[in-house]
């Protein structure tokens, strides 16, 4: 038996870093402030820990676009599957070249390109989405911010998040 609603529940929960940061940060600030020797030293690492759980909970919040998107998304030891109402497959997280945010799509889709497969499309929203931060964020050279800013633009076009090789010179800067 719950004593919170369902709704409040899954709000409590899409929040759950940012929450368990705050209250690692309110611990910390009080052991350091109020005690002394290796207390003071717990609490001072409370507050680097809490920290850095704080900016990582913001971006996985912003990560989070809501759920009930269509199919279900599964990571397995490096396999990413996508099971939809119409499409389907699998790639290899150690394989994927190419990261694209496809913004034509309804609702926008992650594209992950793998040399000999298929493009396999997600939309950003189906069920399970929240595995994917880390495998993105796992990408060597994978900036998260811009993949943040991107997810939340609006365009009708797709954008590049992430290459394995650059299919255009380094020197030759687009903006």
């Given at each position: 038996?719950?004593?919170?609603?369902?709704?409040?529940?899954?709000?409590?929960?899409?929040?759950?870093?940012?929450?368990?940061?705050?209250?690692?940060?309110?611990?910390?600030?009080?052991?350091?402030?109020?005690?002394?020797?290796?207390?003071?030293?717990?609490g001072w690492a409370l507050i680097a820990?809490?920290?850095?759980?704080?900016?990582?909970?913001?971006?996985?919040?912003?990560?989070?676009?809501?759920?009930?998107?269509?199919?279900?998304?599964?990571?397995?030891?490096?396999?990413?599957?996508?099971?939809?109402?119409?499409?389907?497959?699998?790639?290899?997280?150690?394989?994927?070249?190419?990261?694209?945010?496809?913004?034509?799509?309804?609702?926008?889709?992650?594209?992950?390109?793998?040399?000999?497969?298929?493009?396999?499309?997600?939309?950003?929203?189906?069920?399970?989405?929240?595995?994917?931060?880390?495998?993105?964020?796992?990408?060597?050279?994978?900036?998260?911010?811009?993949?943040?800013?991107?997810?939340?633009?609006?365009?009708?076009?797709?954008?590049?998040?992430?290459?394995?090789?650059?299919?255009?010179?380094?020197?030759?800067?687009?903006?």
């Open positions: 038996m719950s004593f919170i609603r369902p709704e409040a529940q899954a709000s409590l929960w899409r929040w759950r870093e940012l929450i368990v940061a705050a209250l690692m940060l309110l611990v910390g600030l009080k052991w350091a402030f109020t005690s002394y020797g290796f207390t003071a030293m717990t820990v809490g920290l850095v759980l704080a900016v990582v909970g913001a971006q996985r919040l912003r990560f989070r676009l809501g759920a009930g998107g269509p199919g279900v998304v599964q990571v397995d030891e490096g396999q990413i599957a996508y099971f939809g109402p119409l499409t389907g497959g699998a790639v290899a997280a150690s394989e994927i070249e190419r990261l694209r945010l496809d913004h034509t799509a309804k609702p926008p889709h992650w594209v992950l390109e793998q040399p000999g497969q298929p493009p396999l499309a997600i939309p950003v929203n189906a069920e399970g989405h929240e595995a994917l931060f880390d495998v993105f964020a796992s990408l060597p050279g994978l900036r998260t911010e811009r993949m943040l800013a991107e997810l939340r633009k609006a365009g009708a076009h797709q954008v590049v998040i992430w290459e394995r090789i650059p299919s255009r010179p380094t020197h030759q800067r687009l903006h």
